[in-house]
Nanobody, 117 residues
């Protein structure tokens, strides 16, 4: 069993930055790819980024390419999402999940990101 806890969300002005963290418990963290997703009010959950087990393969949604960077530290059982040049449309609850690309086995509880204009 793996548990995920996201942190680092908050309120930021447009153009600002935040770094989200996804900390995992359990010894199998490095066996999983990790994805970040987000869900804005009234919208479906959307893919943001994904990183492979070793970190060698990374994919991003077109909407965040060039602004967000996903990384992982397997020694710390943690995945990060560095978000720069934030826009009001980035406002959402952000979730991390283990697995993919088609299905994810474990999900965190989410962290709120609010970008003011």
């Amino acid at each position: 069993q793996v548990q995920l806890v996201e942190s680092g969300g908050g309120l930021v002005q447009a153009g600002g930055s935040l770094r989200l963290s996804c900390a995992a418990s359990g010894r199998r963290f490095s066996s999983y790819a990790v994805g970040w997703f987000r869900q804005a009010p009234g919208k479906e959950r959307a893919f943001v980024a994904r990183i492979s087990r070793s970190g060698g393969l990374i994919t991003y949604a077109d909407s965040v390419k060039g602004r967000f960077t996903i990384s992982r530290d397997n020694a710390k059982n943690t995945v990060y999402l560095q978000m720069n040049s934030l826009k009001p449309e980035d406002t959402a609850v952000y979730y991390c999940a283990l697995g993919g690309p088609d299905s994810y086995d474990y999900w965190g509880q989410g962290t709120q990101v609010t970008v003011s204009s």
